[in-house]
């Protein structure tokens, strides 16, 4: 017999560390994981590491 559980308890900032990125077009500095991160404030994808 199989079961389907519920959700689990494990704190994702915990385990997952960002990398802190600046948007070179509004400046933003923000945290993200990903190949491709996104700046939060505008959407931009011309984004460097910081």
Known sequence: MCSIGGGTDIE???RVKGRSYRCKECGERFKAVGKH??????????VEEA
């Not at 700046?39 to 011309?46: A, M, T, V, Y």
């Open 37 to 46: 991160p996104v700046c939060p404030s505008c959407q931009s994808e011309d």
């Open 12 to 14: 994702i900032e915990e």
